[in-house]
């Protein structure tokens, strides 16, 4: 093992909020309370797409221990304006659209009126007693029939923004997106082999433990104060302000601990409809939301459908590509369409592509980031593709990836060139690793390989150290802390200062308390409020330089800081505690802030290996062996990253082999629990193999690339391709539970 | 449907203490748990007994509180997350899920720690099968379960380890 420079970076600390998350002690939103509470509880649309007639309200309001009910018609009007939400954008009239529906519902479960009381199930008795007349209309969940001309439509005030010119006709697709680089034709002439395939993939959900969960009180002073399960605080405050019509000000968002999110809880549910509540009653009200309605009315990624081609010479070399991508935005446009035309062909260098994207409304909830959104769909096609390529030309499907693999220099479809990166890296890893030499025997087994390309974000994030009498620091930022990004950070002040991770308290601050700070999300947060963290660390660094000097009776200049943060200067020498101490007893009280808006992507790659038994009864796959390889650019807690990389995989084997909502046929969600929705349980996997590969990353002081998106993305094409090795079945579609390989290997006998 | 029910008055042990509280026939032991009694360590996931966030033990067996009544706790032994740590000291579960970072979000871990003391209590040198099988019930979204079953097998060697310890210096 090579030696590293860093003294803290690279080591395994034990998390600083981990004692209370092991003793029960840590605090959830649902955890916590406030005087003369009152639980919400929210009535849903049983159709997926009606008219409201008329609520009527009265037999609620009359309940003993009801204090306020609220439907649409209390929601201020909200005017069209687009909302960057750090990962995505949104229209906020949809947005509070989507939290309470008020002329019409879109999908099942749509919130038409919520009722507070004094417990949750009086409050869920009087909504029962709420009476909705609706006038049904026709509805659509399936992507091309949405799209098709005579297709119900969900907004008649929809028009395609096709490449930026608006439509003259309604119609369910919101955008038509278009990206091309080189000659295609000329491309594909040029082509020696060409693959060509429809794809499809189910609806899924980020699954996230916690459900969403809020506590509003609508203080006599006007203002908002909220305590919620959000992967942004400041995001969560802004949508809230728009949609309740009051300033950003007006609102204090504090984060609570956060069961899980994966890119499902930056939008906003709950809080506008808990604060309505709550100024109606005149006390604090909580609504902690079922899991039956998790899975109807929040987050789900979207389905899809894919027609992808690509063209490769005799040599391997990937000539031409061309992907056909549509993927439903749910009830209101603004799904991840964009991302995944940019993804289709982001871990090869093809000269000559074309990608044409379409967003489209359908009667379901409106559709959200999940992990690596919209990646994971265009690499089941594109990485699958890539093995039939292989086949085809009689080349290793690990040769045809190095071969293409994109490099420094390469062009994206979408147009941005990639400086240093780590594909090839983690393809090297891939060859050289146990597990691809190890043979893999026995009947019904099959292997596979598949890449996967998330861009990391960077975005704004704030972070401020404060230090204490005896040098140990308090370390406030931004970030909602969803998976141990408080060590992360504090090991990065720790390394920046030459103090250790335990000599710094993180604390997550609120939105009154610490400088604005852009979502957890993105892979951004050991990236970019790391980066916050180091700054904060060197402006407490400058302050304590000139401190030093006139304590040491030196000019400022004359002060250095070692590596190891030791302060030497005029023949004295003092550690950062030792001569923070000293500062402390001398004058002011010191404090180190920073704020950072990186603008670049941090381009993470991931290669994985999988094998898998396919049962030829049943068609079940059971993954025998998995191994997930990551370019971390550097691993600041190797545990963590490790713990990124199993997550996500075992998420991707979810998407790969069950997970999918099912619709009845008047478009009703029919698994809505855990149980039928049926998530991995530990018994479905085994253990999850990690190699952590560090390239580095010039955008950051310690290399960090964030790791929490991409290896999300591999798994389903990798048990795709797996699942044809053992069987000579080529899956096209997600999830591959055991009804759909056994009628494919059918067909395909 | 009536809102106004009469509360039951109900006698139990919580983490070695005896407790009383009154609840409403309806109300789940989860409810009690974390409303009336405040111990706010066991989550609600579902509600419906599918992710055992919630998992308490009852009489040594771990169950999903959200699938008791709270008057079925009129006379048992209950033991939440907040009964695992001995004073201020970390159960070896414990340590081990912090030592092995086998907890992200943490919003599982509750009912991973209260289900895996309940199966190394029963079952010391469970293999690896076993863990998974028994804890199958215990959903995580953020893991990948991977860290979360070797903490487990550590935790199972540390005490078993302190077992040996204790049975030689009697």
Redesign the interface.
């Known amino acids: 093992m090579a030696t590293t420079p860093y003294r803290v970076i690279g080591t395994?600390p034990?998390?600083h909020?981990?004692?209370d998350?092991?003793?029960?002690?840590?605090?959830?939103t649902?955890?916590f309370k406030l005087p003369g509470l009152q639980a919400g509880f929210v009535l849903r649309s049983p159709h997926p797409h009606a008219k409201i007639v008329s609520i009527d309200t009265s037999a609620a309001e009359a309940?003993?221990?009801v204090s306020a009910v609220v439907t649409g018609a209390d929601f201020p009007n909200v005017q069209d304006k687009i909302a960057q939400l750090g990962e995505g954008s949104v229209n906020l009239a949809h947005l509070s659209a989507n939290c309470m529906a008020k002329d019409k519902v879109l999908y099942k479960g749509h919130a038409v009126a919520a009722v507070s009381a004094t417990n949750a199930?009086?409050a869920e008795?009087a909504a029962a007693k709420i009476v909705v007349e609706y006038e049904m209309l026709p509805s659509v969940t399936d992507i091309m029939e949405a799209m098709a001309d005579d297709a119900p439509l969900l907004h008649a005030d929809l028009f395609t923004d096709d490449l930026g010119q608006k439509a003259d006709t309604a119609s369910n697709v919101a955008v038509h997106m278009h990206f091309e680089k080189g000659d295609v034709a000329a491309g594909f002439e040029q082509a020696d082999v060409v693959v060509e395939a429809e794809f499809k993939t189910a609806t899924v959900h980020?699954?996230?433990?916690?459900?969403h969960a809020i506590v509003a009180d609508y203080n006599e002073d006007g203002r908002v104060r909220l305590w919620t399960a959000t992967q942004g605080s400041f995001t969560c405050r802004q949508q809230t302000a728009e949609i309740l019509q009051i300033g950003v000000g007006d609102v204090l968002v504090t984060p609570c601990?956060?069961?899980?999110?994966?890119g499902g809880k930056i939008a906003v549910y709950l809080e506008p409809t808990a604060a309505i509540l709550s100024k109606k009653a005149g006390r604090p009200v909580s609504i902690?939301m079922?899991?039956t309605d998790v899975f109807e009315a929040t987050g789900p990624t979207p389905a899809s459908f894919m027609r992808v081609k690509v063209g490769a010479k005799n040599d391997g070399t990937l000539i031409a590509g061309e992907a056909w991508i549509a993927y439903d935005a749910g009830a209101f446009p603004g799904g991840v369409i964009g991302p995944g035309c940019m993804c289709v062909f982001s871990c090869y260098d093809i000269e000559h592509a074309v990608v044409d994207g379409y967003d489209v409304c359908v009667n379901k909830p409106h559709t959200k980031a999940y992990r690596a959104p919209g990646a994971t769909q265009v690499a089941f096609a594109m990485e699958q593709l890539m093995d039939e390529l292989a086949e085809q030309l009689d080349i290793c499907p690990l040769e045809i990836r190095m071969k293409n693999a994109v490099k420094e220099g390469s062009r994206r479809v979408d147009g941005p060139v990639y400086p240093q990166i780590g594909y090839v890296e983690c393809l090297e890893a891939l060859r050289d690793s146990d597990h691809w030499n190890s043979p893999l025997t026995g009947d019904n087994r099959g292997r596979g390989i598949a890449g996967g390309f998330w861009f990391g974000c960077g975005l704004k994030s704030s972070a401020a150290c404060s230090v204490n009498s005896d040098g140990t620091i308090n370390l406030l930022e931004g970030s909602t802390d969803?998976?141990?990004s408080r060590a992360s950070l504090a090991m990065q002040l720790a390394e920046t200062l030459g103090i250790e991770s335990s000599d710094i308290n993180p604390m997550v601050g609120d939105t009154d308390s610490v400088g604005y700070t852009d979502v957890t999300g993105g892979s951004r947060v050991t990236f970019a409020t790391g980066l916050a963290a180091y700054e904060a660390g060197r402006d407490l660094q400058s302050q304590m330089k000139v401190r030093a000097a006139e304590l040491w009776e030196c000019e400022t200049n004359d002060v250095s800081i070692a590596d190891d943060g030791t302060f030497s200067g005029n023949g004295k020498t003092a550690g950062f505690k030792d001569l923070a101490t000293q500062l402390f007893s001398s004058g002011e009280a010191l404090v180190g802030r920073a704020t950072v808006a990186p603008e670049c992507p941090t381009n993470g790659f991931a290669a994985h290996i999988v094998d898998v038994e396919v049962d030829p009864d049943t068609g079940k796959v059971t993954i025998l062996r998995y191994t997930a390889i990551q370019d971390a650019g550097t691993a600041i807690?190797p545990?963590?990253v490790?713990?990124?990389m199993?997550?996500?995989?075992?998420?991707g084997i979810g998407w790969a082999l069950n997970e999918e909502y099912f619709f009845n046929d008047d478009d009703q969600m029919t698994n809505a629990?855990?149980?039928d929705y049926r998530?991995?349980?530990?018994?479905?996997?085994p253990?999850?193999d990690t190699i952590i590969v560090e390239t580095g990353n010039a955008d950051h002081p310690y290399g960090v690339r964030g790791v929490g998106e991409p290896p999300i993305i591999p798994p389903p094409p990798a048990i795709g391709n797996a699942i044809y090795n053992a069987t000579q079945t080529r899956m096209r579609e997600l999830p591959m539970s055991p009804p759909k390989v056994w009628q494919a290997m059918q067909s395909s006998d | 449907m009536t809102t106004a029910t009469k509360k039951i008055h109900v006698t139990t042990t919580v983490n070695g203490e005896s407790v009383e509280f009154l609840c409403e026939p309806r109300n789940s032991l989860l409810e009690v748990l974390r409303d009336t009694l405040g111990l706010t360590g066991c989550k609600e996931g579902c509600n419906n007994g599918n992710c055992g966030a919630c998992t308490v033990i009852v009489n040594k067996l771990p169950v999903n509180s959200c699938l008791v009544f709270g008057v079925e706790a009129e006379g048992a032994e209950i033991e939440t997350v907040e009964g695992i740590a001995d004073a201020n000291e970390l159960h070896p579960i414990q340590d081990c899920f912090l030592e092995g970072a086998a907890l992200q979000c943490g919003i599982c871990t509750p009912g991973f720690l209260v289900s895996a003391k309940a199966l190394l209590e029963k079952k010391p040198g469970a293999s690896e099968e076993t863990i998974r099988f028994d804890l199958s019930g215990n959903l995580c979204r953020c893991t990948g379960y991977d860290k979360i079953v070797r903490a487990i097998q550590e935790a199972d060697k540390q005490m078993s380890a302190a077992t040996v310890d204790s049975t030689t210096n009697d």
């Open positions: 395994r034990v998390r909020d981990g004692a998350k092991v003793t029960g002690k840590a605090v959830y649902a955890d309940t003993a221990g199930h009086i008795e980020q699954g996230y433990i916690e459900p601990e956060i069961g899980g999110g994966f902690l079922t899991r969803i998976g141990g807690h545990s963590y490790e713990g990124q199993q997550g996500g995989a075992v998420q629990s855990f149980l998530m991995p349980t530990m018994l479905d996997v253990m999850i």
